[in-house]
């Protein structure tokens, strides 16, 4: 198992910029994914941005590309989303996942809410 602990949510005016961590812990080192969703009030959780543990090109939603970048702490067993230039429709329960090697079960963390104020 994989348990996985989110800090870094909070109040934000729109315009500013939020650090989110994703601390992991457990089997790391059998971990082949990782990645930041959300869920908004009223509306399914989204994909934001994903990466692969051990290396390669993250991906992106769309919606935050240009804005929000991840990237992860291999020693520290931990993942971070760096988020600028917020806006209003960025408010939203903040979720990180992982995946481990040879498994389609994804584990979540409990979430960290971030509010961007207009």
């Known amino acids: 198992q994989v348990q996985l602990v989110e800090s870094g949510g909070g109040l934000v005016q729109a315009g500013g910029s939020l650090s989110l961590s994703c601390a992991a812990s457990?089997?790391?080192?059998?971990?082949?994914?990782m990645g930041w969703f959300r869920q908004a009030p009223g509306k399914e959780r989204e994909f934001v941005a994903g990466?692969?543990?051990?290396?390669?090109?993250?991906n992106y939603a769309d919606s935050v590309k240009g804005r929000f970048t991840i990237s992860r702490d291999y020693a520290k067993n931990t993942m971070y989303l760096q988020m600028n230039s917020l806006k209003s429709e960025d408010t939203a329960v903040y979720y990180c996942?992982?995946?481990?090697?040879?498994?389609?079960?994804?584990?979540w963390g409990q979430g960290t809410q971030v509010t961007v104020s207009s």
């Open positions: 457990g089997r790391t080192f059998d971990i082949r994914t």
């Open positions: 990466l692969r543990w051990r290396g390669g090109d993250p």
């Open positions: 996942s992982a995946r481990l090697l040879e498994s389609n079960y994804d584990y």
